[in-house]
Each structure stands twice: as C-alpha cells, then as structure tokens.
C-alpha cells in the first residue's frame, strides 16, 4: 500500500487521487494498529512511516486549501 510517500509525489496527483491516498493510508494504519494489538506484527517501523504519510497528505491539502501548493492541471482543461 503506502510506501514513504514524498510531498513532490503527492504534488502530481490530484484531490481525487489524494482523498483515495488517505483512505488506503487510514486502512493501512487501522491494520497495522490491529496487529499490533494482538502482537503479529512484525515490524513496528511501519506504524511510523504510515502516521507520517498521513500527514503529509494533510499537510499537501490544507497547503492546496491556503494556496500554498496548488492542484496539477487536468488533461481536460489543456485540451
């Protein structure tokens, strides 16, 4: 799933593609929380990395939202 995302890689995709980003992350994260629980998991780094990549994703909305960052131009627009 989420592998160490970078904030320049989550500049190229779009809302729609950072919404599903996030989502995959949330559930990545409540699985990995789960095995944590009852002691499967085997590497605890990626609990980290996940937290953080959550909130990169955050951190490049709330940018788009202030107009810090903006959003990649659509195919459409330049057609």
Same mark, same amino acid.
């Given at each position: 799933m989420a592998s160490d995302l970078k904030a320049h890689e989550l500049d190229d995709?779009?809302?729609?593609?950072?919404?599903?980003?996030?989502?995959? =992350?949330?559930?990545?994260?409540?699985?990995?929380?789960?095995?944590a629980a009852t002691g499967q998991l085997e590497s605890h780094g990626r609990l @980290? =990395?996940?937290?953080?990549?959550?909130? @990169?994703i955050y951190t490049v909305v709330r940018e788009r939202e202030l107009?810090? @960052?903006?959003?990649?131009? =659509?195919?459409?627009?330049n057609a």
């Open positions: 995709l779009n809302d729609i593609d950072l919404e599903t980003k996030l989502r995959e =992350s949330k559930e990545e994260l409540f699985n990995l929380r789960f095995q @980290r =990395s996940v937290k953080k990549d959550i909130a @990169r107009g810090i @960052r903006t959003a990649p131009e =659509s195919n459409e627009a």
